[in-house]
């Protein structure tokens, strides 16, 4: 004895809410997204600090960054922008050398991590059964043993000499995270309407997850990616702290390193230590800004609150 | 709770430990050749004296059998770390793992269990302040501003403490954790507890500062949701008081999630704050994983990160154990 | 059925306006409206989804949240304005003066609590620390008079059916007496055997209580049967109050008209059909008379002015220029139109014409 003519939507106090992806939103999507600060900063911080980092490279001469390259333990000065370090390095080139190569690993890692992630999470979650129960239960595996002391015992061994090399080693770890978070959404996604209409009109299982998943999980897929590289640079740096890292192309947590081993704060030498920290902030602040921006783009509510 | 879900959760705890402990195994056999001799020839190349080196790499043979083939040695491996017998440290040698282990593991587990817990309180409940209508504008900003810190390395901030607070203004000690000349023998008194908890607020407080961001945003996400539930309106309905609806309605169901991450975090805590210990000298595991990497003593190392798992699958154990009796219904899904 | 008068109205809502601030401005979801609710009364709202009912309703609780605001009218519970109350002042009346069945009672329960620490929240709340063991008496006797055995005190909520939280919900809501009762959708999530048996145990205790009762239907079947009167709600404007009979024999207003129509009889052997068209976006809704892009009767002079609340009877209101103005629609030559013609072909075999889905 149901009325026709009485959709049973959601409660009525609510608003029009607009969602998140789909031809309706799309417009709101692009006037938000101009409009949000969160990313607008990040994006800028970011950018702007690799585009500093890489046009630098070629105005800056790579041979200051080299052992005796200049005078030892310097001040800032004309000379030498920011002081040089304990061995001669002008700190200066090896900040604007040293930050694309720091990038460079999370973004190897991040690129693989999230690749794997996103194959497994769509593979899991799609299918489902025994498929998935092996997926995710290593995936909660791998979140749980402690990647970074797994990293150092294997550093520790390995010995790594490249960049590129420690980013695949970091890469065995950045997969977890994006497969668990891909995972659960695919599982939603796939209880919503359409996933069964495309089934009934005809659709295979790779198309639906080429055509009506992957587009829907998009801004997971890019949490999970800069979640990805953000993990890879901490780990990184961790590692390299540890005094693990490769030590011979300049990057961030090399000259935390050195600076550190050079008891730099203790000797008063802040234009050592305080360029890279000030460095990594950046990357890790604009990654964070980055990924509320696309957590608030996944959850509408979020966004409500964030005014 | 039912059998199925313990079994369950037993059969998880072991395949975390079986995963991690493998891969312990796995590692130190990649390179190639006889690891304890490359090993002691690569301290000895070093210019570290190792003495009775000839009795140390028997003594790892014999321990190890690294005469067997393969599955036999892994076979040997699993049954010592299932007595917890992990051997010997190559650089104190003849002091066990354990035994090292034993002894930085209260200064580790003092600093960290307390600092995470305080993080965990802090961070919960600013990250359900963060969200809820009553909070002030002032409120609200001073978490936002802590929520800022979240990404932000742990390391960095001791760095930056250590630069500041305890170089550049005195404020605070910079390293130890007791003042020097003073012996935990000579008297454990209470001025011994002030200026051991004076050693240890500023690596505290850098590890606290830079982990409440982390739990502020966990529990902000979830609140949101929780906050959308019809039975949070029917609590207002009802006529409930502000405070009660925040506690026993939106916090007592958005926290739910935030126990797992506390577990492992707790878990964490045995491996200590690797770094944070090396720039405040702090004698706890982490400084003591430090000095096995630099000394390459892998026994050491592979000791401490077992002794972590462990702890790590322990602490997930616990929790899920308790986890029914925190979320009624866990039990029913799993009759 | 109607029920007499017998003294001053329990609730009396005057020009009560919500609200909604979007970025593109107001969405009026609640315009203007006033009713009375009588002692002991059961009051139905019907209407399409989205209309305001609940909006309404949750105006009476003031639980309107933001970007909704309460812009203006009066809701007298007893002759005094609660819209005047302080926060506190108003905490204390929810339940203990008015209390709420919720829409989605499956949800509505906290997961993490025992029924028994739930329904005693409420008591505890407003009446003041109880003994246990008198706590324990109560509730069970609560859950008693809603058809519940005492130890459903014991469980959590996973552990009941959908009719059994309704149950509780209802056995909650009755806890502290409460002078109304407000029933949202109560039995929308069951199925209609369980429905039935709900209703009749809402009502059961709503009787005992002397309350009244505001009850929004998903089901109009069900509301023609319990409600005393009705209100017709469409796009936030009350267009028609009248005793339930009456309104579901002689509708006065198109909309009203279109609605019931609709309702499939078993009697007449015809399906129930849909109103053509859908409700009006409320962000840029039509001019005056809301209901005229979908109304067969419509003329120019229902876009040029607002239609007054027009009285049919003591009980009987509707807001139509059909029966306010009826000259316009002569006027207009439409000689099928008129108030009489509607009356007609709502009461009998035949709906309006073009009510009819294409």
């Known amino acids: 004895m149901t009325t026709a003519f009485m959709p049973e939507t959601g409660p009525e106090t609510a608003p029009a809410e607009e969602s998140s992806i789909g031809t309706r939103g799309l417009r709101a999507s692009v006037r938000y997204w101009l409009g949000n600060w969160k990313l607008s900063l990040g994006l800028a911080m970011i950018i702007g ?105 294997l550093a520790s061994y390995i010995r790594t000499t490249t960049l590129e090399f420690t980013a695949l080693v970091i890469a065995i770890f950045a997969w977890a995270g994006p497969t668990r978070l891909i995972r659960s959404q695919t599982l939603s996604l796939r209880e919503r309407a359409f996933v069964p209409l495309a089934k009934l009109s005809g659709q295979s299982d790779f198309e639906i997850a080429i055509k009506q998943i992957l587009p829907n999980l998009l801004p997971y897929i890019m949490a999970g990616f800069v979640g990805a590289v953000s993990g890879a640079i901490l780990a990184l740096v961790g590692i390299q702290i540890l005094g693990l890292g490769p030590l011979f192309t300049p990057n961030l947590g090399m000259i935390l ?26 990357i890790f602040i604009s990654l964070f800004l980055i990924s509320l921006a696309l957590d608030e783009l996944a959850n509408p509510r979020l966004r409500e609150r964030a005014k | 709770m039912s059998l199925t879900y313990i079994l369950r959760r037993l059969g998880i705890f072991f395949l975390i430990l079986w995963v991690a402990s493998t891969l312990n195994f796995v590692i130190p056999r990649l390179a190639p050749g006889d690891p304890i001799a490359a090993l002691i020839g690569e301290m000895e190349e070093q210019g570290a004296t190792v003495e009775n080196s000839a009795e140390l790499i028997n003594l790892f043979r014999e321990r190890f059998g690294l005469d067997d083939p393969l599955p036999i040695q892994y076979l040997k491996y699993m049954a010592a770390l299932a007595r917890f017998d992990l051997g010997y440290s190559i650089r104190f040698f003849p002091a066990t793992v354990s035994q090292i282990v034993a002894a930085a593991l209260p200064y580790t587990i003092g600093l960290l269990t307390a600092t995470s817990l305080i993080t965990f309180v802090l961070g919960i409940l600013a990250g359900a302040l963060l969200v809820w209508h009553s909070t002030p504008q002032f409120g609200r900003a001073v978490i936002t501003f802590f929520m800022m810190l979240a990404p932000i390395p742990y390391y960095l901030l001791a760095i930056i403490f250590v630069s500041v607070l305890a170089f550049s203004l005195g404020w605070f000690p910079y390293s130890g954790v ?21 050693h240890s607020l500023l690596p505290a407080f850098s590890i606290i500062i830079a982990g409440v961001g982390g739990w502020v945003l966990g529990m902000r996400g979830m609140m949101v949701t929780v906050l959308g539930e019809d039975y949070l309106t029917l609590a207002e309905a009802k006529g409930l008081k502000d405070r009660r609806i925040f506690l026993r309605y939106a916090m007592r169901n958005a926290i739910l999630p935030q126990f797992t991450a506390l577990a492992i975090t707790l878990g964490y805590v045995v491996s200590g704050a690797t770094i944070v210990e090396l720039i405040f000298s702090y004698p706890g595991m982490g400084l003591r994983l430090f000095e096995a990497i630099n000394s390459n003593d892998f026994p050491v190392i592979q000791g401490i990160t077992f002794f972590l798992v462990v702890s790590i699958a322990v602490a997930i154990l616990i929790i899920d154990l308790i986890y029914p009796w925190l979320d009624p219904r866990i039990t029913y899904s799993r009759k | 059925m109607t029920v ?46 989205g209309c305001g009912k609940t909006t309404t309703i949750m105006a009476i609780l003031r ?67 109880v003994p246990i063991r008198e706590l324990r008496e109560r509730i069970g006797d609560l859950l008693e008079t809603v058809q519940l055995s005492a130890e459903v005190a014991d469980m959590y909520p996973h552990e009941l059916s959908g009719g059994m939280k309704q149950r509780v919900c209802i056995a909650m809501a009755t806890a502290l007496e409460p002078e109304l009762i407000i029933a949202d959708e109560p039995t929308s999530a069951l199925d209609v055997v369980v429905q039935k048996a709900v209703m009749e145990t809402l009502i059961g205790v709503q009787e005992r209580l002397n309350a009244s009762m505001i009850l929004i239907g998903h089901d109009m079947g069900m509301t023609a049967q319990v409600a005393d009167r009705v209100g017709v709600m469409y796009a936030g404007k009350l267009v028609e ?24 009889s078993i009697r007449e052997k015809k399906r129930g059909g849909g109103i053509p068209g859908l409700p009006p976006f409320l962000l840029n809704p039509p001019q005056n008379c809301l209901f005229h892009p979908r109304c067969p009767h419509a003329v120019a002079f229902c876009q040029e002015t607002p239609p007054p609340m027009h009285r049919i009877r003591t009980s009987h209101m509707a807001a139509c220029h059909l029966l306010s103005a009826p000259e316009q629609f002569d006027s207009a030559g439409e000689s099928d139109g008129g108030v009489l013609g509607a009356t007609k072909a709502a009461a009998g075999a035949e709906a309006p014409s073009g009510h009819q889905t294409r």
Request: no cysteine; proline share 5%; hydrophobic share 45%.
């Open chain 1, 49 to 153: 600090l690799t585009g500093f980092s890489i046009f630098g490279s070629y105005i800056v001469d790579f041979d200051l960054t080299k052992v005796a390259a200049g005078d030892f333990n310097a001040r800032p000065s004309e000379k030498y922008l920011l002081g040089t370090d304990n061995v001669g390095r002008d700190v200066w080139a090896l900040i604007i050398h040293g930050i694309h190569p720091s990038l460079k690993v999370g973004l190897i890692a991040g690129v693989l991590g999230t690749a794997v992630g996103v194959v497994l999470g769509v593979v899991g979650g799609y299918y489902g059964g025994s498929t998935d129960a092996v997926i995710s239960t290593m995936a909660d595996i791998f979140l749980t043993i402690p990647s970074l002391l797994i990293l150092v015992v």
């Open chain 3, 63 to 129: 639980l309107i949240k933001r970007p909704g605001r309460i812009e203006g009218g009066k809701i007298l519970l007893k002759g005094s304005d609660i819209l005047t109350l302080s926060d506190e002042e108003m905490r204390q009346s929810r339940w203990s003066r008015i209390s709420l069945i919720p829409q989605g009672a499956m949800n509505s329960l906290n997961p993490v609590m025992r029924v028994q620490d739930q329904i005693a929240d409420a008591i505890v709340t407003h009446r003041g620390a």
């Open chain 3, 241 to 264: 109050v009248a005793g339930t009979r009456e309104l579901f024999r002689q509708p006065q207003h198109p909309y009203s008209q279109a609605l019931i129509s609709s309702l499939p």
């Open chain 2, 178 to 198: 007791v003042s020097v000349g003073r012996l935990a023998e000579e008297g454990f008194d209470f001025g011994y507890i002030v200026d051991l908890v004076y």
């Open chain 1, 257 to 282: 390193q050195a600076a550190y081993e050079g008891a730099a704060i203790f000797r008063g030498m802040w234009w050592w230590w305080v360029p890279p920290t000030a460095a990594l902030m950046i």
């Open chain 3, 4 to 49: 007499a008068i017998e003294s001053a109205p329990l609730l009396q809502i005057e020009n009560l306006r919500v609200y909604y601030w979007t970025q593109a401005g107001p969405v009026k979801a609640v315009d203007d409206i006033s009713f009375t609710i009588n002692p002991k009364e059961r009051f139905g709202f019907i209407g399409e989804s």
